[in-house]
T-cell receptor, first 115, second 110 residues
Framework: DGGITQSPKYLFRKEGQNVTLSCEQN?????MYWYRQDPGQGLRLIYY???????QKGDIAEGYSVSREKKESFPLTVTSAQKNPTAFYLC??????????????FGPGTRLTVL | GEDVEQSLFLSVREGDSSVINCTYT??????LYWYKQEPGAGLQLLTY?????DMKQDQRLTVLLNKKDKHLSLRIADTQTGDSAIYFC??????????FGKGTRLHILP
């Protein structure tokens, strides 16, 4: 059963703490992405990675960090430097081998609430 | 700049057709997408259209693309209660970047 998994579904954090959100895919996709979604807003790109051990900042990278040590895993750390971290976080992946198709497939999301 | 615009809300009676509209700014887009998001869930890819096509039909879904006006629409025939969701329009800017609209919340009236 192939797909993208994110865990946990709900996450609560105290102010000042770092927290790591998990994203795993078994689709053998090359690229992986992290988005943030706020109510009534579209998706904003935090970080993305095209290959292992390489990643680029998206539009709102400040206060976040990522790693890509394995092709199937792209964890996101929300640091204490992120001023307003409460949001719904979505992970996605895509194939980059075919230059004509960049379709991104999404995981179920993690809702992070800072108390 | 890069931008995708869509209306925030749409109400449709069950059994009628729903038409969700979207405008985009980047004329070099290769693919345009429609995603569906149900409450508390991730985005589900509904369909996509290549920029050199005018129309694509997939069962109850019809996508129309007017490249001259940079206008994309999604028609859902015979709208059902299960179609109630937020629908996102998106354009592919380059191989690793997709720009999303803010989403249209589709409400089904009985």
């Amino acid at each position: 059963d192939g797909g993208i998994t994110q865990s946990p579904k709900y996450l609560f954090r105290k102010e000042g703490q770092n927290v790591t959100l998990s994203c795993e895919q078994n689709l053998n996709h090359d690229a992986m992405y992290w988005y943030r979604q706020d109510p009534g807003q579209g998706l904003r790109l935090i970080y993305y990675s095209q290959i292992v051990n390489d990643f680029q900042k998206g539009d709102i990278a400040e206060g976040y960090s990522v790693s890509r040590e394995k092709k199937e895993s792209f964890p996101l750390t929300v640091t204490s430097a992120q001023k307003n971290p409460t949001a719904f976080y979505l992970c996605a992946s895509s194939i980059l081998g075919d230059p004509d198709i960049d379709t991104q497939y999404f995981g179920p999301g993690t809702r992070l609430t800072v108390l | 700049g890069e931008d995708v615009e869509q209306s925030l809300f749409l109400s449709v009676r069950e059994g009628d057709s729903s038409v969700i509209n979207c405008t985009y700014t980047d004329s070099s887009s290769t693919y345009l997408y429609w995603y569906k998001q149900e409450p508390g869930a991730g985005l589900q890819l509904l369909t996509y259209i290549f920029s050199n096509m005018d129309m694509k039909q997939d069962q109850r879904l019809t996508v129309l693309l007017n490249k001259k006006d940079k206008h994309l629409s999604l028609r859902i025939a015979d709208t059902q209660t299960g179609d109630s969701a937020i629908y996102f329009c998106a354009e592919s800017i380059r191989r690793d970047k997709i720009i999303f609209g803010k989403g249209t919340r589709l409400h089904i009236l009985p």
